[in-house]
């Protein structure tokens, strides 16, 4: 069983990045994808981005494109998000999950399509 740890999170100022880290013990990702969510108070968990298990492909919200990049680490046993410009909109509480079936070339924007999810890391973002 994988067991996936998020870290990275905290309190910072409009305009502000942030680095994310989603980190696996028990078992690697191997030849897994990996996807980042986030859920905000009073809201449905939603889709951020996503990235392949080779790193070939990444995938991104709308609402993070151009501000948002995804990468495995060199040993690819962590998945790094890197947020930039942060705006209080990315408020939330920032989970990573594994994709459910293996080697897959797209990525799915969809939560149940992942599972084995960490207890996510809380970004805050002040004006």
């Given at each position: 069983q994988v067991q996936l740890v998020e870290s990275g999170g905290g309190s910072v100022q409009a305009g502000d990045s942030v680095r994310l880290s989603c980190a696996?013990?028990?078992r690697t990702f191997s030849r897994y994808g990996v996807g980042w969510f986030r859920?905000?108070?009073?809201?449905e968990r939603e889709f951020v981005a996503a990235i392949t298990w080779t790193g070939g492909n990444t995938?991104?919200?709308?609402s993070v494109k151009g501000r948002a990049i995804i990468s495995?680490?060199?040993a690819q046993t962590t998945v790094i998000l890197d947020m930039m410009?942060?705006?209080p909109d990315d408020t939330a509480?920032?989970?990573?999950?594994?994709d459910k079936f293996v080697m897959r070339r797209v990525m799915s924007s969809?939560?149940?399509?992942?599972?084995?999810w960490g207890q996510?890391?809380?970004v805050t973002v002040s004006s």
């Open positions: 696996a013990s028990g859920q905000a108070p009073g809201k995938y991104y919200a709308d495995w680490d060199n410009a942060l705006k509480v920032y989970y990573c999950a594994v969809r939560a149940h399509e992942y599972h084995y996510g890391t809380q």
